[in-house]
């Protein structure tokens, strides 16, 4: 009787172990942690674990350690905050806003294109009234303009459909700007301005 209760006791022991040694084990385990989860149910632990680009557990710094093999990679936190990732489309909020309340170029596919929708807006508007525009990409362009500098067209078409309007066309990045003449007349940008500090002004000289 007590040799068969040390059989099963002993068989009990080596189950547990083979269980352990065939614990999943992770490819990295963060330690030490004030992870924010998100879940109602646990907002907050101190460790994580990731094994094949998945979280496959949060919980506690002792029952993280099961997912710890020789080959797993190990971060110590030491106390900092940890959330999830945060998947964001880079939108600008005040340049979308500016799309509504002007022209928005944001589909256009030629720089014949962007002069139309210019020149319409020019025919309703008052002389001395600025036309602002933004979203152009001329990556976009299924036809490219003659007389481009540096992969960007000249003033010369905008400003002969708006001699009396300023116009100011800014770019979907919001790092450049297509002017005509009176834009550039009235910034005082002439072939001789200097270009600014991190900036160029394209000249067709």
């Known amino acids: 009787m007590r040799s068969t209760f040390y059989f099963l006791a002993f068989l009990a022991i080596c189950l547990e172990l083979s269980c352990i040694d065939r614990h999943p084990k992770a490819d990295l385990v963060l ?4 992870i924010y989860t998100l879940n109602e149910t646990q ?9 094949d680009g998945k979280i496959v557990y949060v919980g506690n710094n002792v029952n993280a350690n099961q997912w710890v093999a020789d080959t797993t990679s190990i971060i110590d936190l030491e106390g900092k905050t940890l959330t999830p990732g945060f998947i964001e489309g880079h939108g600008h909020l005040m340049g979308i806003g500016e799309n509504l309340l002007n022209l928005d170029l944001l589909e256009t596919r030629s720089f014949n294109e962007i002069v139309e929708l210019v ?3 020019v025919d309703s508007a008052k002389d001395g009234e600025w036309i602002l525009g933004r979203g152009w990409h001329q990556d976009k362009w299924f036809v490219l303009p003659e007389n481009m500098i540096d992969g960007f067209p000249t003033h010369h078409k905008l400003s002969e459909i708006s001699p009396n309007n300023p116009v100011v066309l800014s770019h979907a990045s919001g790092h ?3 002017a005509n003449a009176k834009a550039l007349e009235l910034a005082g940008i002439t072939r001789d301005t200097p270009n600014p500090e991190g900036g160029t002004i394209f000249k067709d000289l």
């Open 43 to 51: 907002p907050k632990a101190e460790a994580l674990a990731v094994a």
């Open 176 to 178: 450049a700007v297509l």
């Open 31 to 34: 330690f030490n942690g004030n």
């Open 119 to 121: 020149k319409a807006k």
